[in-house]
C-alpha cells in the first residue's frame, strides 16, 4: 500500500521560509518520481516541480524557479519541498505526489498516488 504523509504547513510572513516534508511507503524513492503539486484558493492546480528516481534531475516551475528547491533523503524514505521568499500568491495547499514511472513527467494524469496536502498560508 502507498502512502504520502505530509507534514510542516502553516502560516510564514511574506519573505520568509517553510519545508515541507514527505514521508513515503509502499515504495522506494529510487523507484518513482517525486513531485509537488499546489492549488490556491480559487485557482487551477498547478504542478510545483519533480525530481526523478534514478538520476536525481529536478525540474521546476517558472513561477517557482530560484525560490524553491526540492530534495529527497532515500535512507529517510522523505523528499521535501523548501519554501523561500515566500510571497503572499505562494498561499496554496501543496501536495506531494508519487508519479506512475521513475522519471518526471509533470502531469497530474500520470500521477498514481497524492499526500493529505499541506496548507501552506503567506500573510503579515
Known amino acids: 500500500q502507498v502512502q504520502l504523509v505530509e507534514s510542516g504547513g502553516g502560516l510564514a510572513q511574506p519573505g520568509g521560509s517553510l519545508r515541507l516534508s514527505c514521508r513515503v511507503s509502499?515504495?522506494?524513492?529510487?523507484?518513482?518520481?517525486v513531485g509537488w503539486f499546489r492549488q490556491a484558493p480559487g485557482k487551477e492546480r498547478e504542478g510545483v516541480g519533480c525530481i526523478s528516481a534514478t538520476d536525481g534531475s529536478v525540474y521546476y516551475a517558472d513561477s517557482v524557479k530560484g525560490r524553491f528547491i526540492i530534495s529527497r533523503d532515500n535512507d529517510r524514505r522523505t523528499a521535501y519541498l523548501q519554501l523561500n521568499s515566500l510571497k503572499p500568491e505562494d498561499t496554496a495547499v501543496y501536495y506531494c505526489?508519487?508519479?506512475?514511472?521513475?522519471?518526471?513527467?509533470?502531469?497530474?494524469?500520470?500521477?498514481?498516488?497524492w499526500g493529505q496536502g499541506s496548507e501552506v498560508t503567506v500573510a503579515s
Open positions: 505526489v508519487a508519479e506512475r514511472w521513475w522519471y518526471c513527467s509533470g502531469y497530474a494524469s500520470l500521477v498514481d498516488n
Open positions: 509502499g515504495f522506494d524513492l529510487d523507484e518513482r518520481a
